[in-house]
């Protein structure tokens, strides 16, 4: 049975589209195991050769190498993401140790690290590779050296016992702050205090509350990762609000077996050590090395120009929120004669809800007749990539994917070339994670042959009941148009190398492409093409868009500040040199010291992420990282200057931002391929405009 395994060979279906409909649960196991042997043998025949370490007798088979673990981690983890299972769940959990020994046994090789840092210790005086193979030969060098390749097999030793101790400890943090989530949701006795809430969220809450095995007539508010509890916009009761903000903040951090405080600080010196061993001054130092921003002062450069108006903003909210909730306050704060104390951190989010209503008469649900799946997807999403770079769709009912609800689209350029395979999995369901993602199937790469790409996006709708229409929110029409900017990205891949296709690019970088598609959506011939009334026709009313575009900045110095804070915390932690992270033993004082530093220690405002419940970072792999989002918006708000400047929806527009940027993928220096798409370097400014920072 073993020779029928459908990833032993590439596919020969179209555009190398995966089998679905012949892979079986029992062909995984036995693919990744050969997948990983395979490897392992062909990159011991390139570390055995005599001859001289080059180019072509290097990374070109190391380039090569791994084409069946790839095959078949792609359909996996998509799988295991989209339509998972027991089966998956368990092959997830006994294959994952695997595959990171796997790639530890390949980075940390010497012989093959000797032979890369000798192509690489030469690359200037090389006159015949290309940039592209210099670009790659420098990711190659750079991501072994970070792993610890250049190290001595003692340090390789003390660096295995690290990451060991690492990896045990950011399970802990993750399954503390899991137990501790439980235990401190919020227990309602009474369904008057859940006043303001919709009957389908008390519902819910009851229903919580009896998974519980909690008594008849008791409701739970189970508390959500950020800080801030969608409740809290519409709970009536100030001292229920202040509960759930109580709870949600403690976590981790009031005492008893699930807390985090020394975890976290034990992960700290870890990181801190780890660097030093690698030759760098902290955690964030060597993070930062491999990225767009290359260093933490880079970054502290940014978040500190941005964090002052942002704080300024707030007050400024704050002061306005106040003047609106004098009487109506409870009569706590009766010593504070500044109205700017008066606000709380639980208040904040109801009083805004209520400006906005007000102020802009905006209510985003309404808008959903509008927003019909089918017009989205064909007279929004794919049209305004049609007029931009010329490509058309046609859906290929005749190919299966690996759900019957996933559609199949093949994508042409305009003259009529073969450009890839769309695949879209539009709907939730319980084998599903939540979110919105996409990753590819097959990644468009010359050297192996691949012309073309194979991406899907995920995204979470409810599905309506048969016969009825599927009517998208604000913000799914929002993600639908994020997403496929990410599905771009990998469908105009056009580079040679397979380390270097597509989304293949920084942490800092890749959410670039995806937030400046979102400017679509709005754009005006976009949406008079697709947001029309899925009974009546009638276009979306031009008085609602206007307040739509008035609203944008409505509240975001709060957002920015609480964004910031999480931010300006993860650096401050990861910034810490080894010596210097020995000496800190008081997380909470630590926390208030780095946020004060910044002005960001508006008790009102808090930060997105406490420490002791911050997951991206201390068990996310968003480590020293948590900046990237806004330092990509830096790029995505410049670019939309750019297309505003030049005339927006073109195609000669499109065809510039494809060739020079989004077809690069990860073959360039990310900032070297935006300066020659924008003509120079990128500004702060329209981000500065956009969030009301100027
Ligand atoms: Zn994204």
């Given at each position: 049975?073993?020779d029928?395994?459908?990833?032993?060979?590439?596919?020969?279906?179209?555009?190398?589209?995966?089998?679905?409909?012949?892979?079986?649960?029992?062909?995984?196991?036995?693919?990744?195991?050969?997948g990983?042997?395979?490897?392992?043998?062909?990159?011991?025949?390139?570390?055995?050769?005599?001859?001289?370490?080059?180019?072509?007798?290097?990374?070109?088979?190391?380039?090569?190498?791994?084409?069946?673990?790839?095959?078949?981690?792609?359909?996996?983890?998509?799988?295991?993401?989209?339509?998972?299972?027991?089966?998956?769940?368990?092959?997830?959990?006994?294959?994952?140790?695997?595959?990171?020994?796997?790639?530890?046994?390949?980075?940390?090789?010497?012989?093959?690290?000797?032979?890369?840092?000798?192509?690489?210790?030469?690359?200037?005086?090389?006159?015949?590779?290309?940039?592209?193979?210099?670009?790659?030969?420098?990711?190659?060098?750079?991501?072994?050296?970070?792993?610890g390749a250049?190290?001595?097999?003692?340090?390789?030793?003390?660096?295995?016992?690290?990451?060991?101790?690492?990896?045990?400890?950011?399970?802990?943090?993750?399954?503390n702050?899991?137990?501790?989530?439980?235990?401190?949701?919020?227990?309602?006795?009474?369904v008057?205090?859940?006043?303001?809430?919709?009957?389908?969220?008390?519902?819910?809450?009851?229903?919580a509350?009896?998974?519980?095995?909690?008594?008849?007539?008791k409701?739970?508010?189970?508390?959500?990762?950020?800080?801030?509890?969608?409740?809290?916009?519409?709970?009536t009761?100030?001292?229920?609000?202040?509960?759930?903000?109580?709870?949600?903040?403690?976590?981790?951090?009031?005492?008893?077996?699930?807390?985090?405080?020394?975890?976290?600080?034990?992960?700290?010196?870890?990181?801190?050590?780890?660097?030093?061993?690698?030759?760098?001054?902290?955690?964030?130092?060597?993070?930062?090395?491999?990225?767009?921003?290359?260093?933490?002062?880079?970054?502290?450069?940014?978040?500190?120009?941005?964090?002052?108006?942002?704080?300024?903003?707030?007050?400024a909210?704050?002061?306005?929120?106040?003047?609106?909730?004098?009487?109506?306050?409870?009569?706590?704060d009766?010593?504070?004669?500044?109205?700017?104390?008066?606000?709380k951190?639980?208040?904040?989010?109801?009083?805004?809800?209520?400006?906005?209503?007000?102020?802009?008469?905006?209510?985003?649900?309404?808008?959903?007749?509008?927003?019909?799946?089918?017009?989205?997807?064909?007279?929004?999403?794919?049209?305004?990539?049609?007029?931009?770079?010329?490509?058309?769709?046609?859906?290929?009912?005749?190919?299966?994917?690996?759900?019957?609800?996933?559609?199949?689209?093949?994508?042409?350029?305009?003259?009529?070339?073969?450009?890839?395979?769309?695949?879209?999995?539009?709907?939730t369901?319980?084998?599903?994670?939540?979110?919105?993602?996409?990753?590819?199937?097959?990644?468009?790469?010359?050297?192996?042959?691949?012309?073309?790409?194979?991406?899907?996006?995920?995204?979470?709708?409810?599905?309506?009941?048969?016969?009825?229409?599927?009517?998208?929110?604000?913000?799914?029409?929002?993600?639908?148009?994020?997403?496929?900017?990410?599905?771009?990205?990998?469908?105009?891949?056009?580079?040679?190398?397979?380390?270097?296709?597509?989304?293949?690019?920084?942490?800092?970088?890749?959410?670039?492409?995806?937030?400046v598609?979102?400017?679509?959506?709005?754009?005006?011939?976009?949406?008079?093409?697709?947001?029309?009334?899925?009974?009546?026709?009638?276009?979306?009313?031009?008085?609602?868009?206007?307040?739509?575009?008035?609203?944008?900045?409505?509240?975001?110095?709060?957002?920015?500040?609480?964004?910031?804070?999480?931010?300006?915390?993860?650096?401050?932690?990861?910034?810490?040199?080894?010596?210097?992270?020995?000496?800190?033993?008081?997380?909470?004082?630590?926390?208030?010291?780095a946020?004060?530093?910044?002005?960001?220690d508006?008790?009102?405002?808090?930060?997105?992420?406490?420490?002791?419940?911050?997951?991206?970072?201390?068990?996310?792999?968003?480590?020293?990282?948590?900046?990237?989002?806004?330092?990509?918006?830096?790029?995505?708000?410049?670019?939309v200057?750019?297309?505003?400047?030049?005339?927006?929806?073109?195609?000669?527009?499109?065809?510039?931002f494809?060739?020079?940027?989004?077809?690069?993928?990860?073959?360039?220096?990310?900032?070297?391929?935006?300066?020659?798409?924008?003509?120079?370097?990128?500004?702060?400014?329209?981000?500065?405009?956009?969030?009301?920072?100027?």
């Open positions: 049975m073993v029928q395994n459908p990833f032993f060979e590439p596919s020969t279906l179209e555009y190398r589209l995966p089998p679905f409909a012949e892979i079986r649960d029992e062909h995984y196991e036995p693919a990744f195991e050969k990983m042997s395979d490897q392992l043998a062909e990159i011991q025949a390139i570390v055995r050769k005599r001859d001289m370490p080059l180019f072509e007798n290097t990374l070109v088979p190391l380039e090569q190498s791994g084409q069946l673990l790839e095959r078949v981690a792609n359909v996996f983890f998509n799988k295991s993401s989209a339509d998972s299972s027991d089966f998956t769940n368990e092959l997830e959990e006994k294959i994952a140790p695997q595959l990171a020994a796997h790639r530890d046994a390949i980075l940390l090789d010497s012989q093959l690290y000797w032979r890369v840092t000798t192509i690489h210790d030469e690359l200037e005086q090389n006159a015949e590779l290309t940039e592209e193979q210099k670009y790659l030969v420098h990711r190659w060098y750079t991501e072994m050296t970070l792993a250049g190290l001595d097999d003692g340090q390789k030793e003390k660096l295995k016992e690290f990451n060991q101790k690492l990896s045990v400890l950011t399970t802990k943090f993750e399954k702050l899991l137990s501790d989530t439980n235990e401190l949701a919020v227990v309602i006795d009474d008057e205090d859940l006043d303001g809430l919709e009957p389908g969220e008390i519902s819910a809450a009851a229903q509350a009896s998974d519980r095995g909690l008594d008849e007539g409701y739970l508010v189970t508390l959500v990762l950020p800080t801030g509890h969608p409740f809290l916009a519409s709970l009761d100030r001292g229920i609000r202040q509960r759930i903000m109580d709870a949600s903040q403690a976590r981790g951090a009031h005492g008893g077996e699930f807390d985090n405080n020394d975890v976290l600080l034990e992960i700290v010196r870890l990181r801190a050590e780890r660097a030093a061993l690698l030759g760098f001054p902290s955690h964030a130092a060597f993070v930062l090395a491999d990225s767009t921003a290359k260093t933490p002062e880079a970054v502290a450069a940014m978040l500190g120009r941005l964090a002052p108006p942002a704080a300024r903003n707030a007050k909210e704050q002061a306005e929120l106040n003047l609106l909730t004098e009487d109506e306050l409870d009569d706590d009766s010593t504070a004669t500044a109205s700017s104390e008066s606000i951190s639980w208040d904040w989010s109801f009083w805004t809800e209520k400006v906005r209503q007000e102020k802009y008469d905006v209510d985003t649900a309404a808008l959903r007749p509008w927003f019909e799946a089918e017009r989205v997807l064909q007279d929004g999403v794919f049209f305004a990539a049609s007029q931009l770079y010329g490509i058309t769709f046609t859906e290929r009912k005749d190919l299966v994917g690996y759900h019957p609800d996933v559609r199949v689209f093949e994508v042409r350029n305009e003259d009529g070339s073969a450009l890839g395979l769309y695949l879209l999995d539009l709907y369901r319980d084998s599903k994670r939540g979110g919105a993602w996409m990753n590819p199937l097959i990644s468009q790469a010359e050297l192996l042959g691949h012309e073309t790409s194979v991406v899907v996006n995920n995204l979470n709708v409810p599905k309506p009941a048969t016969g009825e229409p599927t009517l998208l929110t604000f913000d799914e029409t929002s993600t639908f148009f994020h997403e496929f900017g990410h599905a771009l990205h990998g469908l105009f891949a056009h580079v040679t190398y397979p380390k270097l296709a597509g989304t293949n690019v920084f942490r800092d970088f890749v959410e670039f492409p995806s937030q598609n979102e400017m679509w959506m709005l754009w005006p011939e976009v949406l008079a093409n697709y947001a029309k009334h899925y009974q009546t026709g009638a276009q979306l009313d031009q008085g609602i868009v206007d307040r739509l575009h008035e609203s944008e900045q409505f509240n975001e110095g709060f957002a920015t500040s609480e964004y910031l804070g999480a931010a300006l915390l993860d650096q401050a932690w990861h910034g810490l040199s080894a010596d210097a992270a020995k000496k800190v033993t008081q997380v909470p004082s630590f926390e208030a010291d946020l004060k530093a910044v002005g960001l508006n008790p009102a405002v808090p930060p997105r992420y406490r420490s002791t419940y911050f997951a991206h970072v201390f068990s996310g792999g968003y480590d020293a990282g948590y900046y990237s989002y806004i330092w990509s918006e830096v790029l995505d708000a410049d670019t200057d750019w297309f505003k400047e030049n005339g927006g929806l073109t195609r000669a527009n499109g065809d510039r494809r060739s020079r940027l989004l077809g690069v993928g990860g073959s360039k220096d990310p900032l070297e391929a935006y300066v020659d798409f924008r003509g120079r370097a990128a500004e702060i400014g329209p981000l500065l405009k956009r969030r009301g920072l100027e």
